[in-house]
């Protein structure tokens, strides 16, 4: 299990874990002499945090750097611990070591109470996901053990983490200096009757289990060796929720394609016909479809969502400001689209929640509740529902500057890109989606007529056959033409202007009878379609 | 052991990041216990197939059963086999006597770079006859898959699964790029090369329970063959001590590891040279 260890610069982070360590017993022989040694050698008092401050730089300036990952175990299980940085200027770093961990112990100076790190860092555990965290005050020998000091603190900061939605699972006073209440109780600490340290880390549970949740299986790659006499084309990737058997009918997103599973391809491991999250896996297909790197496959019934904008809620570690209008790389799980900001809907200080929502721009720390357009949709989830394909981190330049999670999602046809802008002035008419449900064999005629009437007027228009999936639907919208779709479109929030014909009554913006010829309804329909101005006429 | 599966998935999605984003791969194998493991879980990933070649750094004082082992893999598996050298240094007379870190600093720091950016010499294995000639290929490699441990000593503790390096090979320790959810860096600046760390997370102990697990024909140094001595951890012949210890299998070492406190690389001279020994071969480029 991955813990890690975060708190404002010098409240004593790297001091708890060496002595975590020192107590259990975990560290190799002979490793406490030496880092000994090299301090006596050097002139200094030895501490529990040079254990882990291995880096010369480190030693030099008595920070830590960079998150340390240290191995160590109870009688309950194995650990490893991440130490991360409480310096802001490497905030980069804690985040790394974080994004790594299942649970956090978050530290807090008795004598220095809640500081500006106590809360960004508390701010970031909730937005990487982390929920299971424990406060440790430490350095309570500097207070004397005082309840009233820990209490103090206690109410402040819960009040702080309350207000972003996080629950710790334990406030416990500590003195790592010492050992109390690290890997043993305190006879200082009488008035606290809670677990140690080690006694709430063995308490917390590994991750929740992703197998019981609608199957997301980014597709990594694609591979057909055809050398070695291996002819199989394996689609390879990570379950990262659910599951999926052979046998079963698969749908690969954004295009909506389908097939069946063949098999499940290992090497060297025993056959299963089943796998699950969070198993890296490969799989074959009875129909060969052209499935790339960057598709979500789910099954039938629960689909991901087809999106190209997203309002999210993004950190910013980069040292240049992320901007509007700026293109950069965003990758969630293993697609990678190009994206922009649109609008800006508020940035704030992490570590006092202040916000500004005049800002137009997000700096080095800031975190930010902003839409981004995708040049081209998407398979995603919003966060809360599915975590791989709801987050996700942004490129600038050859980095990783940021990284968010998706709060809502939608599929808009009229992207900003000036592409779609340039394609409206050739055809001389923007794209539009015409819908006729209800009474099929009928509206596929009405649909052709309507067809015909349109390019003849000099318009670009083309019937999609029933069942189009939604994403070629928006495809044929961004590239400009007026789409009609007989059937049901079963586009959630229709991405362009929108005609909703209705064939034997219901509700639409025309209602025709179903037994109506194709000649009236053309005509109904292209009144409805002439009064959003989206439409050549001759 | 779920724990064990849980690293395998993890290595095996590292790789398969680091084939997709990088077009001049390679990996490096020092025919020890670790880059052994990394070179079985390239074949878990593509599934049997090892789709770039491996990059031997070859000091001449390598204990010879390494070498010999080394080609019989590479025959059978069908790899693609790649062995660099620093030629001049070796004409020159460069060996421990030396100095222990300026040798290591030559035939293996240097050597490395050398071949990585394909200004020195590379080998190439022929197949099936074993033969090395000379590679004609010099293109400089992006990305390059390290078998390193954060649990073998301080620095490597701080490493990234996708570690940027400078032009000159060098590690900006202060300054690494942020990590999280498996989203790694895989865009880099012309001139600069990636380092690729799948073993990151494993433990000595979690390397001999996987050899145990997977069957992997590890070489037989490791064990001890009736002197009730056996080697922890291999490098060159002088530099590289034995351990007292009667292990002939996975198993027993498993068992012998959960009882020893002492560190691994014990039996490594160069780590004793300086307090910062390691860091600093690192950050000038050492893997």
């Not at chain 1, 002499?33 to 291995?54: I, M, N, S, W």
């Not at chain 1, 197998?211 to 990594?220: D, K, S, T």
Request: charged fraction near 25%.
């Amino acid at each position: 299990m991955n813990i890690v260890i975060v708190g404002h610069v010098d409240h004593g982070k790297s001091t708890m874990v060496g002595r975590l360590l020192a107590d259990t017993g975990t560290l190799p022989e002979g490793k406490v002499e030496k880092v000994q040694a090299t301090c006596r050698r050097q002139g200094k008092v030895f501490e529990y945090a040079f254990l882990l401050d291995a880096l010369e730089a480190e030693q030099d300036q008595g920070i830590t750097i960079d998150a340390a990952r240290v191995f160590f175990k109870t009688a309950k299980r194995d650990y490893i611990i991440i130490d991360a940085p409480g310096h802001v200027e490497f905030l980069k770093n804690m985040v790394t070591g974080a994004a790594r961990a299942e649970a956090a112990v978050l530290l807090i100076d008795a004598g220095e109470g809640v500081q500006e790190n106590s809360r960004r860092h508390g701010y970031l555990l909730a937005m990487l996901g982390i929920r299971q965290v424990v406060v440790a005050v430490n350095k309570m020998d500097l207070v004397d053990f005082d309840q009233g000091a820990f209490d103090a603190i206690v109410a402040e900061y819960r009040g702080f983490l309350a207000e972003i939605g996080v629950e710790p699972l334990h406030f416990i006073p500590v003195a790592s200096r010492s050992g109390e209440m690290i890997a043993r109780r305190s006879d200082k600490l009488t008035w606290y009757d809670g677990p140690t340290i080690l006694e709430a880390v063995d308490g917390m549970s590994k991750q929740p289990q992703q197998e019981n949740l609608p199957l997301r299986f980014p597709v990594q790659d694609v591979y057909k060796w055809g050398h070695r006499g291996d002819d199989r084309r394996i689609v390879a990737g990570r379950v990262e929720a659910g599951s999926l058997a052979v046998g079963d009918e698969v749908v690969f997103w954004p295009s909506g394609k389908r097939s069946k599973v063949a098999s499940i391809e290992a090497f060297s491991a025993p056959s299963v016909d089943r796998i699950g999250a969070p198993r890296s896996t490969g799989i074959t297909l009875t129909e060969q479809i052209f499935a790339d790197r960057g598709d979500v496959i789910s099954h039938a019934a629960t689909p991901p969502a087809v999106a190209n904008r997203l309002r999210v809620k993004l950190f910013w570690l980069g040292r240049a400001p992320m901007t509007q209008g700026r293109a950069y790389k965003l990758k969630l799980a293993t697609a990678e689209v190009e994206a922009r900001i649109v609008a800006i809907h508020r940035v704030l200080d992490a570590s006092d929640l202040g916000s500004s929502t005049d800002k137009r721009l997000i700096e080095r720390h800031d975190v930010a509740d902003v839409t981004l357009a995708l040049r081209r949709p998407i398979a995603v989830d919003r966060a809360e529902d599915s975590e791989a394909t709801g987050r996700f981190v942004v490129v600038d330049n050859y980095d990783i500057a940021g990284g968010g999670i998706v709060s809502a999602h939608a599929l808009d046809a009229i992207a900003e890109a000036s592409g779609a802008e340039r394609r409206r002035g050739l055809l001389g008419h923007g794209p539009a989606l015409v819908n006729i449900r209800g009474a099929a064999a009928r509206g596929r005629a009405i649909a052709e007529a309507l067809e015909g009437e349109l390019i003849g007027l000099g318009n670009l228009a083309y019937v999609v056959d029933e069942g189009a999936s939604a994403a070629v639907i928006a495809s044929l919208l961004d590239a400009g033409l007026i789409v009609i779709a007989p059937g049901e479109a079963n586009l959630v929030d229709p991405p362009a202007p929108c005609v909703d014909v209705a064939l034997g009554g219901g509700e639409g913006d025309v209602i025709l009878d179903a037994d109506v010829s194709a000649a009236a309804a053309c005509d109904a329909i292209l009144g409805e379609l002439a009064s959003h101005e989206h439409l050549r006429k001759g | 052991m779920s724990q064990l599966q849980d690293l395998e998935d993890q290595g095996v999605y590292i790789f398969r990041e680091a084939y997709k984003h990088f077009k001049e791969l390679c990996m490096l194998w020092s025919i020890g216990k670790d880059s052994t493991v990394l070179l079985w879980l390239a074949r878990k990933a593509f599934f049997g197939h090892v789709p770039f070649p491996l990059v031997h750094i070859d000091t001449s004082y390598k204990i010879p059963e390494m070498i010999a082992y080394r080609d019989q893999l590479a025959r059978e598996w069908g790899l693609t086999m790649i062995v660099g050298q620093n030629r001049k240094a070796l004409a020159d007379g460069m060996g421990p006597e030396r100095g222990r870190l300026t040798c290591c600093s030559a035939l293996k720091t240097d050597a490395l770079r050398e071949t990585l950016n394909g200004t020195g010499p590379r080998m190439r294995m022929q197949h099936p006859s074993g033969e090395y000639v000379e590679d004609t290929v010099r293109e400089p490699f992006t990305g390059v898959i390290v078998g390193a441990r954060a649990d073998e000593e301080g620095s490597r503790s701080k490493e990234r699964y996708f570690s940027p390096r400078e032009h000159s090979g060098d590690w900006d320790i202060a300054d690494q790029p942020p990590e999280l959810w498996n989203q790694f860096k895989t865009d880099f600046a012309p001139g600069t090369h990636v380092r690729i760390h799948p073993l990151l997370d494993w433990t000595e102990v979690n390397i001999w329970e996987y050899i145990e697990r997977e069957k992997i024909p590890i070489i037989d140094l490791y064990f001890d063959r009736g002197e009730g001595r056996r080697y922890r951890s291999l490098g060159c012949a002088p530099c590289t001590g034995s351990i007292e210890s009667c292990a002939t299998n996975p198993a027993e070492i498993i068992v012998e590891l959960r009882h020893t406190k002492v560190a691994e690389r014990a039996g490594r001279a160069q780590d004793k040279a300086d307090a910062y020994a390691m860091e600093k071969l690192r950050r000038d480029g050492y893997m």
